[in-house]
Each structure stands twice: as C-alpha cells, then as structure tokens.
C-alpha cells in the first residue's frame, strides 16, 4: 500500500491532462486536484515519508507534521476556492501556471531538507511570472520581468545561503537555524524577499496588480505565505524579525493610504498582515508562532476574497482604480456583501476570523513585555480596518465616478460568486468556532479571543478609526498619482546600467 | 425582494442614514464608557491603566496615518501615472 503521495504530483499529472481536455471535464479535473491532493495529505501519518537518495544526499519530500499539514490544508482549501473563482478562464495556459505554482508551494511546504525546498521554491518562482505576463499588456510584460529578476536575486541568494550552510557542517536537514553564520544569513534574506519585507518588498505591489484577474488570487496567496512558513521552519526567535515585522505593519499601511489601484491597496495592505506574522515569528514564544500560524491561515482565506472582490469589480466594469469606480453596491449587491465580510474580516471585526486571529501576536508581544511593538501593531491594524472601509465606500458606496459608463453592470458569473461564497463561509464559521482553528496550530494554546477586555479593546480603536474616515472623507479622495517605492532603485538604476553599458559597447568600437 | 433592492432601500433612505449615523456615535460614547468598568486581562503597560486609551490612540494613529501620508506622497512620493514610461 501507498503511504505517502507528495501533493504536488496532483498538481503536476493535472497541468499535463489539462490541455486535452474541455468543458464540464476541464472544470471538474481542475476542482478534484486540490480535494484529491488534501485528502493525501491528511490520509498519511505524521513523520517522514518520501525519501529520496540523490548524489549521496538524503532528500525528504514528505515531512509531514501539524505545521506542515495546517499549511497544506489551508492552501487546499484557498485553491479550490480560487479554481472555483478561475472556472470561466478559457485560457489553459493560466490554469497550467496557476496549478503548477500552487503544487509547488505544497511541495515546498512538504519538503524536509534545503535541496527539495529549493527546487519547490524556484519552480514556484518561474511559473508563477506566466499568471503576470499572461495579461498581455505592456506594463504586466514589464512587470512580469522585474519579478523575475527580482526572485531570481532571491533564489540566488537562497542557494548560496544553502551551499554555504551545508558546505560548513550545517547539514541539509530544513530545521531551525541553530546560529546565524553566512549562510543562514543568505538563506534569510532569500525568505525575506518572497515575505516581501521592506525595503525588499517592492516586487509586489509593483507586479501583482499588473497579474490576470484570476492570477492575482493565486498570487497573493502562495509566495508570500510559503515564505512566512520558511521563516517559522528556519528563523523562529530570531530577534531583528519583531523590528522588521513591526516596520512592516506600519509601512504596508502608510502606503496604502495613497494608492489608487484598488489591488495595489490590498498588496500594501498584504505587507502590513505579513508584518504582523514575521513579528510573531520573531518573538518565537509558543504564543508568538501560533499567532503568526493564525495570522497566515486566516490571512490566506480572507485575503483571497478581497482580491476576489476587486477582480469582479475589474472584470465587470473594466475599472481598476478608485477614482474610476463608486456605487456599485445597486448593481453588484452580492459582491458588495463578500466584499464587506472580507473587509470586516480581515480588520478583527467580531465576530469574524480575523478577530479570533489578529490579538494573539498582540498577546505574545504582550507576554514578553515589548510595549512598542504593541503600539505598532495596533497603529497597523487601524489601518488594516482603514482602508477596507475606504474600499468599501470609494467601490462600492459613495458617488458614481463612471456615470457615462456604457456597459450594464452585474454580479459577476456565478462561479466568481461561489469562489467567493466559499471563503466568505469559512470567514464567518471559524470565527465563530475558533477552537476549531486552534487545533489547527503547531502548540496547544488555550486562548480566549472573546473576553470583555479583547472586545472593548477592539471596538475602541476601530470605532474610533472610522469616526475619522468620517471627518476625513474628503482628504482620502482617490488621486489619479502612483507612488514612488524601493522598486525606483532599480527601475532607474537599469536605466543608469544600460546607458554605462552602451557606452562602454561604443567606446570600445571606437579604439 | 431581492438583494439588490433590499440595499438600495436602505442606502437610499436619508433618515435611515442618519439615524445609522447617529446610532454610531452613541455606540462610540457607550464603548468608552465601558472601558472604564470592564476587568483588563493583564495590565503589562502604563496605558492598560488609563480608561478609553485605546480609543485615544486608534484616533490619534489614523490621523496620523492620513495626515503624514498624505503629505509625504504629496510632496516626494507621488507622481503622475505615466512616470516611468
């Protein structure tokens, strides 16, 4: 009897069937991958299974524990809901990136030593830049490259931390870094890049709102969230994580505030969740990991139905900016309403999940005395709820900003509702049954989210916070402006290359 | 009646609105004023001491948020659209 199936290899058989097949058959191939891949993973017994021996090296393709199966578990989920969302996609070419990528996100999180990890890691990578360039336009072309270059940098990196670890004794074991030498230094900053922690973050909100309307779901799930799950595997504890997390929080959110592309909101808004994940793997307490495990599951589903919702909205009305959309809660009530329970999910509005998930980092910052931390964690999340309600009022509410629209706007296809239907339920069941989502976690923990003092806590600041979206509505009009970022280096910086380098060509024809 | 119509029932109502709005503000007074009687779960840091804090400082981060933003986009950050084309 079989014991163990990696995951991927679903995805992996699926990408070669789909192109020969079509209609009913296409659909229900592409929504069987990720239920046939979870039900392998939960059917096989938590150790070590898939043991390869390559180049004298012992490969482990399947390390199955509660960490690596509550991550599983939940990219299974979050990708038949996002298949469901892609079922109207005729272009098999995105489903054929999209489950390559996601199987090799699954991989990676099943992989038990660096050399697995990283060939996950790097298919990942490259097949996740076709779910950009697959727009076709001229900016995703562009952008598309820069996120090539910019993960190939980080995969460089990350293979260099490894040959230099394992060169020095280290093993290829992937367990917590005993101590920070080069090597694990190396293997760091290629996990930061795909965590997209400032100033190496400026990849994503550059190429993902540049991605297909269903790409950009797969997106601003797996690369990011495999990274955090790198960070608890390899750096739990790791001190300047709780700096670099709590800058994040801070960072995502300031730069929201300016953004006009409705995805790019929620890219920043994705930094400043992801921050709130890398503190808690910093602080590294049983309390801290299970915060940022928290975080990172439920960040996944609900992060997902925002984006769900914007991509409707884009696919509905064309639009993709604020100031070129307003009052479509008439004509698409049913994404408005996904929309809203993403929105207040995702800002800890109880009794949805993100307030049974968000407080525990809060908690364990707490439990370790880090006050500051605390208050940038809390100025993050006000504006974690700040911008949702600006979403909400600037898409959805507010005045009509494409009045001479031409096209009648609707709901979109049914298949996008279900897609977001789907997350939206799970939103609302495991915040209300969070011992549920707690079993789910690498340390027991007995926690209450739902005490007076948490709920009083909660509706203080983002009560207060929508009061002042209210007094500032007119300041937080959309303007037509992109905003400069860390991405500037290097997009003027290659301009400054290619000048030196046509230079030294014509130079040297000269003599 | 369907979704759709039930919204716009209540977005269109101008005295629901208000009397939303209205309600809001109440809200807001209320959940101050229980600060000042619910039991804290730990008190770890000065501000767990001081009734209403959370109110004070969720006011305070988001204006500043806005505010600084919006000035640092305006006169370094922000550019037109077409910028690095």
Known sequence: MIEWVQPSLFFYLGAAILPFLKGKARSALLLSIPVMALLAMLSASQGIHGVVSFAGQELVFGRVDKLSLGFGAVFMVSAFASLVFALHVKDCREHISALIYVGSAVGAIFAGDFFSFFLFWEIASFSSVFLIWLRGEKGSNAAGMRYLLVHITGGLL????IVIHVGSGGGIAFDAMPEMGLGPTLILMGFLINAAVPPLHAWLADAYPEATLTGVIFLSVFTTKTAIYALIRGFPGTPILIVLGAIMAVYGVMYAVNENNCQRVWCYHLISQNGYMVTGIGIGTALGINGAVALAFTNIIYKALLMMGISSVTHMTGGRKQSELGALYKSMPWTFVLFVIGGFAIAGVPPLVGFVSKSIVVSAAAEIGQGWVILMLVFGACGTWLHPLKLIYMVFLGEDRAKDRKIVVTDPPANMLWGMRILASICIFFGLFPGLLYGMFPHPMDYQPYTAGHLVKAFQYMGFTLLVFMLFLKKLTPENYISLDTDYIYRKGSLVFMWLVKRLAFLRHVT | MNLGDFLRKYGEDEVFCKKAKKGFYVFLGLVVI??????????????????????????????VMILLSKAIGHAWLMKSEDYYD
């Open chain 1, 158 to 161: 990350l293979f260099g931390g």
């Open chain 2, 34 to 63: 229980s600060d000042f009687f619910v039991p804290h779960d730990a008190v770890n840091f000065i501000w767990d001491k001081i009734p209403g804090w959370w109110s004070f400082y969720g006011f305070i981060s988001t204006v």
